[in-house]
């Protein structure tokens, strides 16, 4: 099928439930590849922590538990890092990268953290650095964005890049039960790991919203960048809101360009009108919704995670690489020349959705409405439903700075006819 010329040995760090996925592949289809590459790509060795596990479908004579033997070894050209986690990871990344080895990373905490020494490291050396599968898994988001909307001006991303807390909010939503029984769920089934942290308290999203807007945005963005805050905090009761008023709630990761030339970027569980097309994202699927000047409104849908699904964008990675090493030159390094400076985040603009317990009686709403007002704050709609002395009051506001927002929560949570505020979710969608 292939007459390719050239070959290329590859190195992988990791052998999981997506390397595995790669190692199959390679194999199974090694003869188109070859055609699509112009290069015969030979898996040579796997690193792993521990050879005893049985992985199918990996040949043994492949493993190693030496991963510096992985990235000294100069007949390989190119390294596959699916081990994940900071450290060994950045070490060896940068062990393999002086010593003239391309890379491919799925690795989006890595990325976030210590992008710009690796970046840095990958110019310096002359080459590639790829990393499609960090951010969806299977869905392509960053090659378009540093390529095919590339002369376009990005003014805001919003997605939906972690599947297992997208799992728990849609369960939420179809049963109407609460977090810890859909979190039990998503465990049981697979969705969500045992030690769900990284995904729960939004720290897999944030990573992610780093990686999306510094291709967006020209800039570097570290993980430290981010704000961000997790979806434990949401009850039935807010979901049941959320559809009365025919939103849904979901994690959203969101960067965005403010009027003075300024990003923003940020994590938080988010209402969103059931007719934006990002509430249509159900289960463990991923998508990322773009808009940009010319291009207007972009939407990117697919599996986000899985060992196939991220196998794919790995090797569309590879095929890459291989196809600028058998043409000769480099892909495009980073893309920081904007340097945009971040917003305050007090000054970020957004609107809440506050409800809370008051007493019933008179003059309850209009001191409500005057804290409102006190910190400049506008209210576009308020319900109100009564029970026995108790009433939920549930007030959703226009777009206000965030500082101004946070502190008429803060006053409201003080007002001597608020029994309790019960919750505070931010309301997004609009667009231009
Ligand atoms: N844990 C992630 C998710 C996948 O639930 O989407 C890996 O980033």
Same mark, same amino acid.
């Given at each position: 099928m292939s007459d390719a010329k050239k070959e290329l040995t590859i190195g992988m760090l990791g052998c999981g439930v997506v390397g595995s996925q790669v190692v199959r592949l390679l194999l199974e289809d090694s003869g188109d590849f070859a055609a699509r590459s112009g290069a015969k790509l030979t898996l040579k060795k796997i690193a792993v922590r521990d050879a005893k596990v049985k992985r199918e =479908?990996?040949? /043994?004579? *492949?493993?190693?538990?030496?991963a510096d033997s992985v990235v000294d070894d100069?007949? !390989?050209?190119i390294i596959i890092e699916v081990?994940?986690? *900071?450290e060994p990871a950045r070490k060896l990344l940068l062990r393999a990268i002086g010593n003239g080895k391309s890379i491919i990373t799925a690795n989006k905490a890595l990325l976030a953290h210590h992008g710009a020494e690796l970046f840095e490291a990958a110019d310096k050396n002359g080459v590639d650095l790829y990393y499609e /599968?960090? $951010?969806?898994?299977?869905?392509? !988001?960053l090659r378009p964005l540093r390529e095919?909307? $590339?002369g376009d001006h990005v003014y805001r991303v919003m997605g939906i890049v972690n599947g297992t807390t997208n799992f728990i909010l849609t369960k939420m939503d179809e049963s109407g039960s609460e977090f810890a029984v859909a979190l039990k769920e998503a465990q049981d089934l697979g969705f /969500?790991? /045992?030690?769900p942290t990284a995904d729960i308290e939004g720290h897999d999203a944030a990573a992610k919203a780093a990686i999306l807007a510094g291709l967006a945005f020209h800039t570097r963005v570290n993980i430290k960048d981010v704000s961000c805050e997790g979806i434990?905090?949401?009850?039935a009761r807010d979901i049941a809101v959320a559809r009365d008023i025919d939103h849904v709630i979901k994690l959203l990761a969101i960067a965005e360009i403010n009027g003075k030339g300024e990003i923003s970027v940020r994590v938080h569980p988010t209402l969103i009108s059931?007719?934006?097309? *990002?509430?249509? $994202?159900?289960?463990s699927f991923n998508a990322i919704f773009v808009e940009a000047e010319s291009a207007g409104e972009l939407m990117f849908y697919g599996r986000g995670a899985g060992g196939a699904p991220t196998a794919s964008a790995i090797l569309g990675d590879l095929i890459a690489i291989a196809r600028n090493k058998t043409r000769g030159g480099e892909g495009h390094g980073?893309?920081?020349?904007?340097e945009l400076r971040f917003a305050d985040r007090g000054q970020v603009l957004t609107r809440y959705l506050i409800r809370m317990d008051v007493?019933? =009686?008179?003059?309850v709403l209009a001191a409500i409405a005057q804290i409102f007002a006190s910190n400049s704050v506008s209210i576009e709609t308020v319900r109100q439903s009564g029970h026995d002395a108790s009433a939920e009051l549930i007030v959703m506001t226009h777009q206000a700075p965030e500082g101004s927002l946070a502190a008429t929560v803060a006053a409201i949570a003080k007002s001597?006819?608020? =029994?309790?505020?019960e919750s505070v979710i931010r309301v997004e969608g609009a667009t231009r």
């Open positions: =479908k990996v040949p /043994a004579n *492949l493993i190693t538990t030496d100069p007949a !390989i050209d081990m994940g986690g *900071l /599968a960090a $951010v969806g898994g299977a869905i392509p !988001i095919s909307i $590339v /969500a790991e /045992a030690d434990t905090r949401i009850s059931r007719q934006h097309p *990002l509430a249509a $994202v159900r289960g980073e893309s920081d020349y904007a007493a019933d =009686k008179p003059g001597d006819v608020v =029994k309790s505020v």
